[in-house]
């Protein structure tokens, strides 16, 4: 298949490399060892999403968890990752800060919700010494491994109608349910009372996981390769997981390679998107995946509950009082004041970290998150696009983690910095 592509939608110091069946062998037995390292955290955040063990699996802990907090420890103990003092001295007064308020507010805390976020986030210390840029491949292999989950998406959907749903979800069905994380609608039909349901993709959590997935492979395909058949196939993955937050990642960052980089041949897709939808429509139930707009005003419904509520949360709770608002109720007080409310409620990020740390506590999480996001050499957009699933989903989600450490964070290092000589401290002055 020839890639299709156009000179104002590639970077003039960006190139994706070309893939030769013998690359992989002339890589040092190191360097491979360092690029799986790479691409664990978004290897176990996929395919082990839906995966835990008792008592973990009750409280929507994955053991993708255990992967991200481990890749570190090796990393270090083999001389492949190297820490970022820019970013550790972030982590330090980010977690000062909210640590400090926690103790001097007087009020009772969660130390589990406090120790969950402290590990989770040592991980964005670290980044891959490597005197190329590692970025170009990591996303190479993002999006290979995104066309792997889109034909299983596909082939999900057509498991279901010809063989049965037991086997196009066999991770639910098959593994036991002691095994499995409780607080996720891993079989979510299509509608009330369809005997069709959303595909994840096999092995995501959820159907609004896989649609993300899709979305940010859709977006970083544009911007690198361009390879429009690619972006045809994330297409149709994301629109049998009947999800609309994938939709709103398209929406946010789809102008914005249209009008930053010129990238005119989106509007053909798009049209030509228009016409199989409107052709294909009946056939796959689109109406079913438009009709979710209108969630968001409905009350119980997961859009609600998902991006409205939680303002509800705030108001009634946090707003009323400056200092409350400033500081935050503690670690881990949201789910018992999402319970006091009359709807549903899901624990989003924003809405989170307002309630249990306040506008100080949320500020410095977010410069932090977004300080490590950002100092990526990947496309803008690319980055833009990953940074939004963080509001898509919980702030313990570990989906977003996987994204985050593989695609940017970890291929992203501080300038001026070089392989130091044996025996050197691993410890690189940030940017």
Known sequence: MTAIRSPAALPTNWAIPTFRRSAWREVPA???????????????????????????AAQSLSIAYLFILLAPVLGLVLGLLRLDSGRLSFFLVFIGCIGAIQVFRGEPFSLNSMLLLVTLFVAYVFYLPRQDDPTASALRFFLGFATLLALAGIA????????????????????????????????????????????????????????????????????????????????????????????????????????????????????GALVLAVALGSYIDLDKLTGRIGEFGAVRSSAHARFIAGFDVLTRYLWHDPLTALFGFGAGAFPGYAMRM??????????KMLLEYGVLGAALYFAFIFYCVFRSSAPAIVRLAVALTLFLNGPFVPFFHGLALSLLVWTSRPAGDALPPAGKPLLADGA
Request: proline share 7%.
């Open 342 to 351: 009359p709807f549903p409620v899901a624990e989003m990020t924003l809405f």
């Open 30 to 56: 190191d360097g491979r060892l360092a690029s799986l390292l790479l691409y664990t955290p978004l290897l176990a955040t996929t395919l082990l999403a839906k995966l835990s063990v008792p008592p973990f």
């Open 156 to 271: 999900q959907y057509g498991v279901q109608l010809t063989v049965g749903l037991r086997y196009a979800f066999p991770i639910e069905n098959f593994v036991p349910e002691a095994f499995l994380i409780g607080g996720f609608n891993m079989q979510a039909p299509i509608g009330y009372g369809e005997s069709a349901y959303r595909v994840n993709g096999i092995f995501l959590a959820e159907p609004s996981f896989f649609s993300q997935f899709m979305a940010v492979a859709i977006i970083a395909e544009l911007l690198t390769s361009n390879r429009l058949l690619r972006v045809a196939l994330y297409g149709l993955a994301l629109l049998l997981s009947y999800s609309g937050t994938g939709l709103i990642l398209l929406v946010i960052c789809g102008p914005l390679i249209l009008i930053t980089r010129r990238h005119w041949g989106l509007l053909w897709l798009i049209i």
